[in-house]
């Protein structure tokens, strides 16, 4: 079955310290994988995107995020976190159908950059 | 500006009373969806809608209809809430239907039924 997980429901780092959230997935073919950040009472923001090409993949606000096949994951990554960083984090995967796709989301990790 | 709008942002309501959340694009956008955030359970989509008068049932379409007259608009109906529809909706879009284009998110919509 097809399907994406992030195994951490709560991350914490310290200011300027690396981060990551972690993300899986399991999926027929080749994926496509995105995530997304949202910031207290706001809609969700897109942050990057994996399609094809280089596995490590580069998008706003400093973050980046490995696409590694293998272990079929995606971790979002930072190398150094800011305060304002602490948000909400979804990983999502297209899951395609017939002329169409719905996006499914992970639970969501929440990351707190402790000052 | 680019942008997804939906309204209203807050809404109390009661069970059984009809209720529309309207939502609209400005970005000539194909692809429109709605989803629904629940603590613990992430987003979960409702409906979708390829393009005009084109809609599909999503992970959790019980109790909700939707309509695509217009391919700016996507609104979401409750023909008679019930309280476990209490929950934060959003609306979003894509430029198409293919799936390796981002999708862009309304402010969202907190809905209390009671």
């Known amino acids: 079955a097809q399907s994406v997980a992030q195994p951490e429901d709560q991350v914490n780092v310290a200011e300027g310290n690396p981060l990551t959230v972690k993300c899986t997935y399991s999926v027929s073919g080749n994926p496509y994988l995105f995530w997304y950040v949202q910031y207290p009472n706001r809609g969700l923001q897109f942050l990057l995107k994996?399609?094809?090409?280089?596995?490590l993949v580069k998008g706003s606000y400093g973050f980046e995020a490995e696409f590694n096949k293998s272990q079929t994951s995606f971790h979002l990554k930072k190398p150094s976190a800011l305060v304002s960083d602490s948000a909400l984090y979804f990983c999502?995967?297209?899951?395609?159908?017939?002329?169409?796709?719905?996006?499914?989301f992970g639970k969501g990790t929440k990351l707190s950059v402790i000052p | 500006e680019a942008q997804v709008t939906q309204n209203p942002r807050y809404l109390i309501t009661v069970t059984g009373k009809k209720l529309t959340v309207t939502c609209s694009q400005n970005?000539?956008?194909?692809?429109m969806s709605w989803y629904r955030q629940d603590p613990g359970l992430g987003l979960r989509q409702i409906y979708y809608s390829m393009n005009v008068e084109v809609t599909d049932k999503g992970d959790v379409p019980e109790g909700y209809k939707v309509s695509r007259k217009e391919k700016r608009n996507f609104p979401l109906i409750l023909e008679s809430p019930s309280p476990n529809q209490t929950s934060l909706y959003f609306c979003a879009s894509s430029r198409s239907r293919e799936p390796q284009y981002e999708q862009y998110f309304g402010p969202g919509t907190r809905l209390t039924v009671t």
């Open positions: 994996y399609i094809t090409g280089d596995n």
């Open positions: 999502a995967v297209p899951f395609s159908g017939a002329g169409s796709y719905q996006l499914t």
């Open positions: 970005m000539n956008h194909e692809y």
